[in-house]
């Protein structure tokens, strides 16, 4: 991980972003304490395949009930 102050951020972005490429994350420091972090961008988005848990999750039928003293907890 490589830090760079604002001053060094401005004059060389091309070089950090070509670091961001190689795989490496940049910080920005201003006045010695970070305020950013220069991350690659991940390209591959996960698709969503809906229903893939169909059949692998079960809730049970005694999902939404309550003991019966729970409601004094809120008195």
Known sequence: MKKAN???AK???????DLV???EEV???KAGHPVAKLVSIDKK???RKPGILKGKITIGK???SLPEDFMEYFK
């Not at 004059?11 to 972003?17: C, E, P, R, Y």
């Open 62 to 64: 005694d999902f939404d």
């Open 45 to 47: 988005k996960k698709t």
């Open 21 to 23: 490429l190689q795989g």
């Open 6 to 8: 604002l001053h060094e």
């Open 11 to 17: 004059t060389n972005l091309s070089k950090l972003v």
């Open 27 to 29: 910080i920005i420091c």
